[in-house]
């Protein structure tokens, strides 16, 4: 059990940068992703549609018999997480509440900027689970649509990028954000141009890194830590291939994804 | 037979341009409207998946005994449509060689240009149709992809889209194109941005108007136009339903869309 493999899903291949983490930080453990690219996205969808998926992504792991699973995207782990937590006994860690960690990290953190799918923000899973934490913050989210296949599009640089950046950030910048939680897997790309965009003072979360570590430390409480001393493999299964998703999987992951598997849920 | 409904499938709401087409020139008829908006976009999927999506959409239609089907998707037609055709007996009818003709009515288009998400321009299918009906063409296509999340986001008139529609089409300006070619179902809204935006002297051309040209002649050549008298219903079907699509099918169709069904193929 402890060598068996740990499942992660999302709806395409921005798990892929929480999958890069957790390598970074478990380098044994051997990876089962899915990528569910013949039906994303996720984030303009309904609770209803996406809940039904997260539960067949989950089966669909469970199938590759994994010792845990990770919800690697934002607007499933906000729509879907609880509900698949009652429903199978396995271990499931979503990116949210590490995310909202991160963000309190900073004892000063008070005036927080949230930027997501419209499935995310309309969810307040960060919202309810920032104020559950701590009392007195001042919370700005805004969905932001566009930042998907503006990544995808590898338009980091663009000027429809920064107009974008534009239209969601500067009504946040206005009232005097301190973080800005990038709370969607494909953000993290944008962090370059963010860095350049955003004033000195403003601080950018993402949840990939405390999502590692909050795997891992779900790992060690369960003595459920690889024994393996070799380095870990990743398969990477995706129910759509294409030439866009195999070039976005070589971003996402920052190396060469290897051999990708068509699959059926 | 003569007073069975149309049936109309795209991967979304954008086929609606289309039926907003249909129902202007053919008042009476009845239509069924199938928007697989669970799984969308098709654009940037694989030609597998979407000619298995196709299949299954017209399944649904034909379960609801409509007399002819119309694919109200550029992508969907690109990719499926022959093999629709071979598969079933009823009269299917796809939007790009209504879009080609309407191309071709001018005696004097030579440069055209031809905008499209990945999938229309990577199948090659508008390129092929056009240089089968007019030698010497010069023809420029490129995808597209950010149109259709910023026609979603309703920012036609927005500096991102100002952006965008550059890096798009001024190459193809640069080379003096005479025709632009709308070669997805969605691209329609901007038309009023693209006015504006395009030379004196470059004709803007979209498939919606002619192709319910095409749907009433292939009904009068196979004696199938309905006989009713009465003004026709429609009666919409999307595998998901969110706030969104319902004021984007509102967008679509310039009114209210009516009660939309929520069904699962």
Redesign the interface.
């Known amino acids: 059990m402890r060598n068996a493999p740990l499942g992660f899903f999302d709806s395409g291949v921005g798990g892929l940068t929480v999958v890069r983490a957790v390598q970074q930080l478990l380098p044994a453990e051997d990876i089962v992703y899915l990528g569910d690219?013949?039906?994303l996205p996720y984030g303009?969808?309904?609770p209803e549609?996406i809940r039904q998926f997260a539960h067949e992504d989950v089966r669909f792991l469970l199938s590759r018999e994994v010792k845990m699973i990770v919800v690697a995207c934002n607007t499933a782990t906000a729509h879907a997480l609880p509900s698949l937590q009652e429903q199978y006994r396995i271990p499931i860690i979503g990116v949210i509440e590490p995310g909202v960690e991160a963000v309190l990290s900073d004892p000063a953190a008070q005036r927080i900027g949230i930027i997501a799918t419209?499935g995310t923000v309309g969810s307040h899973a960060y919202q309810h689970e920032l104020a559950l934490r701590r009392t007195g913050l001042i919370l700005h989210a805004t969905p932001a649509?566009?930042l998907v296949?503006?990544v995808?599009?590898d338009?980091l640089d663009?000027?429809?990028?920064?107009?974008?950046l534009?239209?969601y950030l500067d009504p946040m910048l206005d009232r005097g954000i301190d973080t800005l939680m990038l709370a969607c897997t494909h953000y993290p790309l944008l962090i370059p141009v963010l860095k350049d965009f955003l004033p000195d003072g403003v601080r950018l979360v993402d949840s990939a890194t405390t999502c590692a570590e909050h795997v891992r430390n779900q790992l060690t409480e369960l003595n459920l830590l690889s024994e393996d001393s070799t380095p870990g493999s990743l398969q990477i299964n995706l129910?759509?291939?294409?030439d866009?998703f195999e070039d976005l999987a070589r971003r996402f992951l920052a190396r060469s994804p290897g051999r990708i598997q068509r699959v059926s849920l």
Not at 158 to 164: E, S, W
């Open positions: 690219t013949a039906r303009s969808k309904s549609t419209r649509p566009l296949p503006l995808e599009e338009w663009h000027p429809a990028t920064r107009a974008a534009h239209t129910t759509d291939i294409s866009q």
